[in-house]
């Protein structure tokens, strides 16, 4: 893929996809990441005097025009956030989108309404995507984030207009290749989260490209229980102990080590402050659970840790939302922050909850790099094609 080194704006309309879907409580903004992470891509096309029209979808209005779901809001937001005017169109295709567009000077900045207003965006539909390229004479895209999606805004028009990557999704592609491309070794893979059901892709992926994959939170459970380890009232999918069996089985022929919990915090009630115990890992009492690790499974994560050169990290290793079960998940997390500051370890983290907890970790500064994105992070790291980078790659 090109990226906007290359591409000669002044004067230009640029097309540039971003990802404004950001989270909104309550008619507020509660996390303007996404916002001031696309905002150099921005001020640098306007410095060059493009005329910039921004799109993006919001949410899932699946086609409709959904007034709770109108990105006019997110115009002022991007504006502050800018320190610059962003007008908006009402429309993200047709004349009022041309004509918003047609009143654009060099370095001006347009918002187009929700991409999603329109069903043809999901659906890919070459004639949304035409109605885009009709208004720019190159596209940028900068939403790693919805780059999983191929859809008309994300993939369709790629095809119709000189396409270029934007500096985020430059450096979402860089820092991913820096995690799994081509990495500094010793590479260690810390994946969490609820369930391995929803995530065998991603162990199965792991386990062929990093050195050691360590497995926490609740999914943990599961592949201690399919050892034949009591793991109590802890939760965990009776239905994937043959496929958590496989995966061990599979990531010891291939050479990578699996690490899982010998110790556990467990509780008789998932509850905030609720009585703890530390137990071995194969000896979870009857009618207990497990919401996080325990004190030396912290010691061998971090003492693979500090043999590593690279971190890729994927959901948390406890119930870090309830304290004291974020424990594990805040140590490892300094742990981390510590060694990338002094240099020796190149961390990158991402997907939905991960971001949450390495903020609540209060780390997410201090890492190489967080993405921004969520599912695309996953599937990235899953090792499956993007068509939104894809259709940047072929352009
Ligand atoms: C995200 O928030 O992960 C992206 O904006 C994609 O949103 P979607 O899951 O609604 O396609």
């Given at each position: 893929?090109?990226?906007?080194?290359?591409?000669?704006?002044?004067?230009?309309?640029?097309?540039?996809?971003?990802?404004?879907?950001?989270?909104?409580?309550?008619?507020?903004?509660?996390?303007?990441?996404?916002?001031?992470?696309?905002?150099?891509?921005?001020?640098?096309?306007?410095?060059?005097?493009?005329?910039?029209?921004?799109?993006?979808?919001?949410?899932?209005?699946?086609?409709?025009?959904?007034?709770?779901?109108?990105?006019?809001?997110?115009?002022?937001?991007?504006?502050?956030?800018?320190?610059?005017?962003?007008?908006?169109?009402?429309?993200?295709?047709?004349?009022?989108?041309?004509?918003?567009?047609?009143?654009?000077?060099?370095?001006?900045?347009?918002?187009?309404?929700?991409?999603?207003?329109?069903?043809?965006?999901?659906?890919?539909?070459?004639?949304?995507?035409?109605?885009?390229?009709?208004?720019?004479?190159?596209?940028?895209?900068?939403?790693?984030?919805?780059?999983?999606?191929?859809h008309?805004?994300?993939?369709?028009?790629?095809?119709?207009?000189?396409?270029?990557?934007?500096?985020l999704?430059?450096?979402?592609?860089?820092?991913?290749?820096?995690?799994?491309?081509?990495?500094?070794?010793?590479?260690?893979?810390?994946?969490?989260?609820a369930?391995?059901?929803?995530?065998?892709?991603?162990?199965?992926?792991?386990?062929?490209?990093?050195?050691?994959?360590?497995?926490?939170?609740a999914?943990?459970?599961?592949?201690?229980a399919?050892?034949?380890?009591?793991?109590?009232?802890?939760?965990?999918?009776?239905?994937?102990?043959?496929?958590?069996?496989?995966?061990?089985?599979?990531?010891?022929?291939?050479?990578?080590?699996?690490?899982?919990?010998?110790?556990?915090?467990?509780?008789?009630?998932?509850?905030?402050?609720a009585?703890?115990?530390?137990?071995?890992?194969?000896?979870?009492?009857?009618?207990?659970?497990?919401?996080?690790?325990?004190p030396?499974?912290?010691?061998?994560?971090?003492?693979?840790?500090?043999?590593?050169?690279?971190?890729?990290?994927?959901?948390?290793?406890?119930?870090?939302?309830?304290?004291?079960?974020?424990?594990?998940?805040?140590?490892?997390?300094?742990?981390?922050?510590?060694?990338?500051?002094?240099?020796?370890?190149?961390?990158?983290?991402?997907?939905?909850?991960?971001?949450?907890?390495?903020?609540?970790?209060?780390?997410?500064?201090?890492?190489?790099?967080?993405?921004?994105?969520?599912?695309?992070?996953?599937?990235?790291?899953?090792?499956?094609?993007?068509?939104g980078v894809?259709?940047?790659?072929?352009?």
């Open positions: 893929y090109e990226t906007i080194d290359a591409l000669d704006a002044k004067g230009k309309r640029v097309l540039l996809r971003a990802d404004l879907n950001v989270p909104v409580r309550d008619g507020r903004i509660t996390d303007r990441t996404r916002i001031e992470r696309l905002c150099p891509t921005i001020a640098e096309l306007s410095n060059a005097g493009a005329r910039v029209i921004v799109c993006s979808h919001f949410d899932r209005p699946k086609g409709k025009r959904v007034p709770e779901m109108s990105l006019k809001p997110l115009a002022e937001a991007l504006s502050e956030a800018l320190k610059r005017p962003v007008a908006f169109a009402d429309d993200c295709i047709g004349p009022e989108a041309e004509a918003a567009v047609a009143k654009l000077a060099d370095g001006d900045i347009l918002l187009l309404e929700n991409t999603r207003f329109h069903a043809g965006e999901e659906k890919n539909d070459p004639a949304m995507a035409a109605g885009l390229a009709k208004l720019a004479d190159a596209y940028v895209n900068d939403a790693f984030s919805a780059a999983h999606r191929a008309a805004s994300t993939e369709g028009v790629a095809k119709l207009l000189p396409a270029y990557a934007g500096r999704m430059e450096a979402e592609l860089t820092a991913l290749d820096a995690a799994l491309g081509s990495p500094a070794r010793p590479v260690v893979a810390i994946v969490g989260g369930k391995v059901s929803t995530k065998l892709d991603l162990l199965g992926n792991l386990s062929k490209k990093v050195d050691v994959l360590v497995i926490g939170g999914m943990a459970n599961t592949f201690l399919a050892q034949g380890f009591n793991v109590g009232k802890s939760l965990q999918e009776a239905e994937m102990h043959d496929t958590a069996r496989a995966i061990l089985a599979e990531a010891k022929s291939g050479g990578c080590e699996i690490l899982l919990p010998v110790d556990l915090v467990v509780a008789e009630q998932f509850a905030a402050n009585p703890t115990r530390i137990v071995p890992a194969d000896a979870v009492p009857e009618g207990w659970m497990a919401l996080d690790l325990g030396k499974s912290e010691e061998a994560i971090e003492q693979r840790l500090r043999g590593a050169s690279t971190l890729v990290w994927n959901g948390p290793l406890g119930a870090f939302e309830t304290p004291p079960f974020d424990t594990a998940t805040v140590a490892v997390a300094q742990i981390v922050a510590a060694m990338t500051q002094s240099g020796a370890l190149k961390s990158i983290g991402g997907g939905g909850d991960t971001v949450a907890a390495l903020r609540h970790a209060d780390v997410a500064d201090r890492m190489t790099y967080v993405s921004t994105a969520g599912g695309a992070f996953l599937e990235w790291l899953e090792g499956k094609t993007l068509p894809a259709a940047l790659s072929k352009a």
